[in-house]
């Protein structure tokens, strides 16, 4: 049995790849989620007015790996003290967000959201919130560090 998860910690190009790197991930897409338009593109998400986060929907094995696992994962590889932002990428698209499916994993989020805080020097301002419908995002974002090698030497 597998469960997901949804994390957006800017760009959805990093944070993708390094779930992808997790033993027990089976699955890391990216895609949009937390807005309000119906069947969003790439373009429509980078204007701002559709309310959408960049997201990586996270399908994981329970037994090998653990959603806290996945939440450290999740803030070791983004700055989550900077509202709309990650490095050059300014938006609300770039957003730090945990979309939760659960009440367990809201409970999880908050509690490890509180402990993570110890790590930083500024507040966290990632939001927790319930999980809205998420959208795959376009064939050439997924993987894109696999299919496009000079790009990993710019991530962040």
């Known amino acids: 049995m597998t469960e997901k998860a949804i994390f957006g910690a800017g760009c959805f190009w990093g944070i993708e790849a390094e779930f992808r790197k997790v033993?027990?991930?089976i699955e890391a897409i990216s895609g949009y989620s937390g807005g309000h338009a119906k069947d969003p593109t790439y373009r429509d998400v980078c204007s701002g007015a559709t309310g959408h986060a960049e997201v990586v929907e996270v399908e994981y094995d329970p037994s090998k790996v653990s959603y806290e696992e996945l939440l450290e994962v999740f803030w070791a590889n983004h700055d989550p003290t900077t509202p709309n932002r990650q490095g050059p990428d300014v938006g609300t698209q770039y957003r730090s967000a945990v979309f939760f499916l659960t009440p367990e994993q809201e409970a999880t989020a908050l509690a490890s959201k509180e402990q993570a805080?110890?790590?930083?020097?500024?507040?966290i301002v990632t939001e927790i919130k319930p999980a809205s419908e998420f959208y795959r995002a376009e064939d050439y974002h997924q993987r894109y560090f696999e299919k496009n090698r000079v790009a990993r030497f710019f991530s962040f």
């Open 117 to 123: 805080q110890s790590k930083f020097k500024n507040p």
């Open 23 to 25: 033993e027990g991930v």
